[in-house]
């Protein structure tokens, strides 16, 4: 009897917690367009002055140099910017909790594979833009079921894609060609999620 109270108890829980999330969820995504276009513009054009670096023969130290100084420097930026929100919306979803967390979770992965795995020389460098790609089509898939988008959830699919077309054709054009999934994938899919955000604010007003 004992345990059917507390099979039950939980049950209810855990519905508590999905409806939480889904009646939230929808308030999350308008809030989190800007990370998509700063991202993907940022990262595009490294990965454009990389394929630039690489074919004059720049020595991969350097390029190592400018992903890293580039990165921190976007890291900053952002925690800048999310600290200055936060402070003005104090009130934060549940949904909003886990992106955030889901896509921190993803930012370390990219950076360990980015930097880690060179460092040590674990793998070939060209090998990086698949990778990247792999885990970006897992946060794209998750985040669309966390903020109930499906076309933001099939985006994956075009990451994933992506991933064994440039993990079968390796070499330093892989760059390129990821830079042009950078904008297809995540810069534009931002900019949409961006003017969802300004009519829901003219809606409200």
Request: aromatic fraction near 12%; hydrophobic fraction near 50%; proline fraction near 2%.
């Amino acid at each position: 009897m004992e345990n059917k109270q507390l099979n039950s108890t939980q049950a209810e829980l855990e519905l508590s917690v999905i409806k939480k999330i889904m009646e939230d969820s929808r308030n999350v995504v308008l809030n989190n367009g800007w990370h998509y276009i700063f991202w993907g513009i940022t990262v595009s054009m490294a990965l454009i002055a990389n394929y630039v670096m690489a074919l004059s023969k720049v020595s991969g130290n350097y390029q190592g140099m400018m992903w890293f100084i580039l990165m921190v420097l976007a890291t900053i930026i952002v925690v800048i910017v999310e600290r200055r929100s936060e402070k003005k919306n104090k009130v934060k979803t549940f949904a909003g909790k886990i992106l955030s967390a889901l896509w921190s979770a993803s930012g370390i992965a990219m950076f360990i594979f980015g930097f880690i795995g060179i460092i040590t020389k674990s793998y070939n460098p060209v090998f990086i833009s698949p990778i990247i790609s792999t885990v970006l089509g897992v946060s794209y898939f998750t985040s669309g079921v966390i903020q109930q988008i499906k076309w933001l959830q099939y985006l994956s699919i075009g990451w994933w894609i992506g991933a064994i077309v440039l993990f079968y054709l390796p070499g330093v054009h892989t760059l390129i060609v990821f830079a042009g999934m950078m904008i297809c994938f995540q810069t534009i899919p931002g900019i949409i999620l961006h003017r969802r955000f300004k009519k829901e604010l003219n809606r409200i007003s």
